[in-house]
């Protein structure tokens, strides 16, 4: 395996946790901010309110975005496996 094949898995390892990070951290962030944007304005200061709100909108975004996901996640798998062969020699 050259240093070029190494760099190359290792840039779509990247690429792929990125994919399957950042929309989740994202959804995250801003139901998060928003969530405590609300409690600020009604003096609601409730922890519980917040997880809720950020469990389910998670929850959400992986019922509608894991297929996706997922399907990202297996493709770069039988890549890396497709590879093997050649990290071997």
Same mark, same amino acid.
């Given at each position: 395996m050259t240093s070029d094949q190494?760099?190359?898995? @290792? &840039?779509?390892?990247v690429g792929v946790t990125l994919y399957l990070v950042g929309p989740v951290l994202a959804v995250a962030a801003i139901?998060?901010?928003?969530i405590g944007i609300a409690q600020t304005a009604t003096q609601v200061?409730?922890?519980?309110?917040? @997880?809720?709100?950020?469990? &389910?909108?998670?929850?959400?975004?992986l019922l509608i975005g894991?297929? &996706?996901l997922a399907?990202?996640?297996?493709?770069?798998?039988?890549?890396?496996f497709e590879r093997v062969s050649h990290v071997v020699q």
């Open positions: 190494a760099l190359d898995l @290792f &840039t779509g390892f139901t998060g901010t928003l200061n409730e922890p519980s309110i917040g @997880f809720a709100v950020k469990v &389910t909108a998670l929850v959400g975004l894991g297929p &996706t399907e990202r996640m297996i493709s770069y798998t039988r890549h890396c």
